[in-house]
Each structure stands twice: as C-alpha cells, then as structure tokens.
C-alpha cells in the first residue's frame, strides 16, 4: 500500500516542503482572520464586552448574618430597652401569653422628641462640617453636638429652614480649589472608614467575649457534672467556635490599624497642602488660606481620632486637618447616637419571648422607667425552651425590628431551628467603642438537642420582596447612597440610576429605574479582576454596598 504523501518517514524527508509551507502559512492566516475577527466584534459589540443579564421578577430574602450563644429560658423577665413613661399595660399574673404577645407600651411623644433632638445634632455636626470646609466661620465646641440646636436647611425629614443656612449648606459642597478639597474629602473619607472600622472591631471583640465565655461555662458545667459524648461535642464544637471568633477580632484590629494608616497619610497630605498654599499666599484669606501657626502639623493622631478644637475659634480660614477629622468623628457620633433614639422608638412595645403564663407585673401606666430596668418588669413562667443572642453592631440596628424571622442553626447540627426577634438591646456593651447590642431571638420548635452556651450561626431575615424585580448585585455599584445599573441599549450602554430595596450579594431588589427585560451590564470583560470580593471578617461576606453580613438567597 503506498504511503500517504503528507505523511513523513523517519529517515525520509518530505518530498514537498515548499506545499507543507504553504499549508502552515494559510493555517496560521485563516487563524489570524478568525482572532482579529473576534477582537473587532468584542470592540463594536457591547454583548461580546460585556457579561449581561436580564431583568427579571423574583422573590428575594436580605438576610444579616451573625454568630451567637443559646440559652434555657424558662421565665423570662422582660423590661424596656429605653426610659420613658409607661402608657399601656396590657396583661396581668394569671394571663397566658406566646411568643410576640404584646405586653405593655411607652409613651411615644417623649421618645419622639429625643429622635428629634438627636436629628437636630446631627444636622448640626454636618453644618459645621461643611462651614468649615467652606472657610465659614466655626464656634468653640461645635464638635459636641451636645448642645446643638435645629439647623435651617432642609433635611430628609421634610423641614424646613431658613435661606442663610441653606445657601451656606449648598455652598461647602462646591470650592475654588479642587486640590484642598479632594485633599479634604480624602481626610474625611477616611475618619469615616476609621469609624466603621471601629464599630466592626467592636462587634468581633464583643461576639468572642461572648462566644468565648459561653464556652468556659459549658466546659466548667460538664466537669463538674462528668463528661459525656455529648457535652463533649459541644465544648469542641465551642472551641472552634471561640478560635473563630478570635480570629476574627483579630482581622478586624488589623483592618482598623490599616484604616488609620490611611488617615495619617490623608492627614498629613492635607497638612502638607495648607503649608503650601500659606507659603504661596501668606497674606490669608479665602478658601485656602490658613493661619500662619497651620503650616505646623496638627494632625498627628494616635487611635485614629484627631485633636478636637485646636482652631475651631478660627473665622474665614481653611480648617485644619485635624479639625477636620473631628468635625467628621462628631457626625459619626451623632448619626449613631440617632440610629439609637430610632430604634428607641420604634420598641415603644415590648413583647413576650416566650410562651407562658405571666406571673408578676411590676409596672403601671403613668410609671416612668428606666432603660433595661431590673425592677420595672413583667415575668413569664414558660415550660422550657430555649433561646439564642448575637451582637449586632449600631450600624446594623436600622435594619432590626422585634417581630422578624430568623434561623439559628447551632454549631454541629445540620437542622436550623426557626426563631423571631423578641427584644434588641439598646444598652450597648461595654468593650472598644461601645457601639455593639445584644439582640435576643425566641425559639420554636424542637430545642430538645440545643446546649446552655453552646454556639450557633444566626440569620435574621432583615427584608423580603416578593416577586419584583431583581438583577444580581454584581451589577449595582454602589456610591454614598446612590446606586447605578449599566444598562445595554443597543450598541451602547448607559449607567442608570435606580432605587434599590432588598440588598445582598446574590440579588438585588429593584424598586425603580429598571424595566423587566432591560438587559443590564454584570462585568466588564476587558478590565482586570479584583482580587477579592468577599471578607471572611465575622465569618460573613462583604457585598459592595459596604455592608456586612448581607445575603440574599433566591426564591424562584
């Protein structure tokens, strides 16, 4: 049988070099035109740039995750988490209750007048933000807040102020130099960022004091009592828990201490930059002008804070950065003492975590109470049951209520065990910053194999959107406050602003800006990938709106 000619023999050499050329020649051309054909169809169409979806209905769940301790509760004893005067009392001993029976309510309209009063600081705590930046003039002591009267430009709440006020609120917006105030900007983003990262420090400190505690208890219980298989499995199942939770505190200084790295070096660029214009314009005045003794660094800080007051009496100059960095820590301040007066009222009636027969009423209408009162209470016998804590940070408070749905599923079991919210605390624990309250959630159901102290993952169902439209929260981007969608139209695309409900990072709730079928951009695929998209901190997931703990699990 004659050999195929393409095919070459060892020894033998090929008969028709010149055609095995061409052959190769015309392979690699046709793979060019392929290659340089895909790349002029990537650049002139956005669906071959681009990874897209679709808008499209479905029920969504945003969840806030988190890790606590279980406990036997067989009477609950049950107070006010905020002072005021009592108004109703709606059981009495003899009464039988379920979980979530109300029990008794405060007087609204002091409540009231204490979020009133904590809005009114924090609109004041932003004038003076803004004023300075603006080169307006700032009082001694503004950065307090604690005698800050109703400001005059118009807030969320719908007031109203007056003009003055106003035109110098929307003035500090602006500026003439656009370096000072990026530099500013940057020193104010990253007291921010110092802030947040402290109250996330805070809540990892405060769930290992608990987490870790609970474990000494249960290993000081099962010696005491002999050990057994089952004691055994959750002490271990708490020491991992425990070694997690340390671990955590520990990621959580470390991103604090990068964060305040990161101030330091805005502060000083800003320093750096009031040095420079003094020296160029020493005669003063405008916006960037600074006193001669502000060309001395001032704003060399330990722990992130900066000195407060060092030139607050200053009139018509550029604030120090270190004045600057306290205006925004009094914001901070202010915004999470408002988030507590909020949540203050919204638990004018406190409820039942149990179910049970009500035993004594120590409270009348009329009375006036104190926050987490040991004497002003109600107590309910119940026949048993359990219980689970977890902290929650002051920035997640908003998103509680008493009434909502949660899982806890204990560390070991692969059964979750459905719950509610029955009480948040808003006397915060005492540890790095004290921005951490414990959140109290009622069990139901078989609690026969839960542990006092043993550990479990908690998830509170924060907000929920039945069958409306939703895109993956990969494609929302997320700018204080502001969320944008880019959408596909045709052979361009578009960024859309869009109001956003149920957030996690799954899916996201779309509540407008949005049409279903619009088809909306998920990744870019000629830029680089990020390194990393989730945060293992508290072993919860880091979304891009910044939040912690937010997951939303799709229910088709």
Same mark, same amino acid.
């Given at each position: ?41 990537a650049s002139s169409s956005p669906s071959a740039r681009y990874r897209t979806t679709t808008v499209s209905s479905r029920s969504t769940d945003q969840i806030l995750n988190g ?109 003439? /130099? !656009? =370096? @000072? &105030?990026? $530099?500013? #900007? %940057?020193?104010?983003? *990253? +007291?921010?960022?110092? /802030? !947040? =990262? @402290? &109250?996330? $420090?805070? #809540? %990892?400190?405060?769930? *290992? +004091? ?8 249960? $290993? ?189 599923q204990p560390d070991g079991s692969n059964t979750p065990i459905s719950g509610t919210v029955t009480h948040i605390g808003l006397v915060s624990t005492t540890s790095t910053t ?75 709730e779309i509540k407008g800006g949005l049409n279903a079928g619009q088809t909306v951009v998920l990744a870019d695929l000629h830029q680089e990938l990020p390194t990393s998209a ?23």
């Amino acid at each position: 049988m004659p050999l195929d000619s393409h095919l070459t023999l060892p020894g033998r050499t090929d008969r028709h070099p010149r055609r095995r050329q061409i052959r190769v020649v015309v392979a690699v051309a046709l793979a060019a035109i392929v290659v340089g054909a895909g790349v002029a169809f990537a650049s002139s169409s956005p669906s071959a740039r681009y990874r897209t979806t679709t808008v499209s209905s479905r029920s969504t769940d945003q969840i806030l995750n988190g890790v606590g301790t279980t406990e036997p509760v067989s009477q609950a004893t049950v107070a006010f988490p905020a002072a005021g005067t009592v108004a109703t009392v709606g059981v009495k001993p003899g009464d039988t209750v379920t979980a979530g029976t109300e029990l008794a309510s405060l007087d609204q309209a002091s409540l009231q007048e204490a979020v009133n009063q904590a809005q009114s600081n924090v609109d004041q705590a932003e004038l003076t933000l803004e004023r300075a930046r603006n080169g307006q003039s700032v009082a001694t002591g503004a950065t307090s807040g604690a005698t800050a009267q109703p400001t005059s430009y118009s807030n969320d709440a719908g007031d109203t102020a007056d003009s003055s006020a106003r035109t110098i609120f929307i003035a500090a917006k602006g500026g003439t /130099d !656009q =370096d @000072l &105030a990026a $530099a500013q #900007q %940057a020193v104010v983003d *990253a +007291q921010r960022k110092v /802030d !947040q =990262d @402290l &109250a996330t $420090a805070d #809540q %990892a400190y405060a769930t *290992a +004091q608990q987490v870790c505690s609970a474990v000494t208890d249960t $290993a000081s219980t099962s010696s005491s009592s002999g050990s057994s298989s089952s004691s055994s499995d959750t002490t271990n199942d708490g020491v991992a828990a425990c070694s997690k939770a340390l671990d955590d505190v520990l990621q959580a200084q470390h991103q604090v201490s990068t964060s305040q790295a990161a101030l330091a070096q805005a502060l000083s660029a800003l320093d750096a930059l009031l040095a420079q214009q003094a020296t160029s314009n020493p005669s003063g005045g405008g916006n960037g002008a600074t006193n001669p003794d502000t060309t001395k660094s001032p704003s060399q800080t330990t722990g992130g804070s900066a000195t407060e007051g060092s030139s607050a009496n200053r009139s018509s100059t550029t604030p120090s950065a270190a004045d600057l960095a306290s205006y925004q820590k009094a914001v901070d301040s202010a915004e999470a003492n408002l988030t507590v007066a909020q949540q203050a009222l919204l638990q004018a009636t406190i409820v039942s975590p149990i179910d049970g027969t009500v035993v004594a009423v120590n409270m009348a209408a009329g009375e006036t109470v104190t926050a987490g009162s040991t004497t002003a209470t109600i107590a309910i016998a119940g026949s048993g049951g359990y219980e689970a804590v977890t902290m929650v940070k002051v920035t997640d408070l908003p998103k509680l209520k008493v009434g909502q749905t949660a899982s806890v599923q204990p560390d070991g079991s692969n059964t979750p065990i459905s719950g509610t919210v029955t009480h948040i605390g808003l006397v915060s624990t005492t540890s790095t910053t004290g921005t951490t309250y414990p959140v109290t959630i009622g069990l139901v159901g078989d609690t026969s194999q839960l542990r006092n102290g043993g550990t479990a993952t908690i998830a509170i169902t924060t907000a929920s959107a039945a069958n409306s439209l939703a895109v993956p929260s990969s494609a929302v981007h997320a700018n204080n406050g502001t969320y944008t969608v880019t959408v596909v139209d045709g052979d361009s695309t578009n960024d859309v602003t869009v109001q956003v409900g149920a957030i996690g990072p799954q899916w996201t709730e779309i509540k407008g800006g949005l049409n279903a079928g619009q088809t909306v951009v998920l990744a870019d695929l000629h830029q680089e990938l990020p390194t990393s998209a989730t945060s293992s901190s508290n072993g919860q997931q880091q979304n891009r709106f910044g939040g912690r703990g937010g997951f939303v699990v799709p229910r088709n």
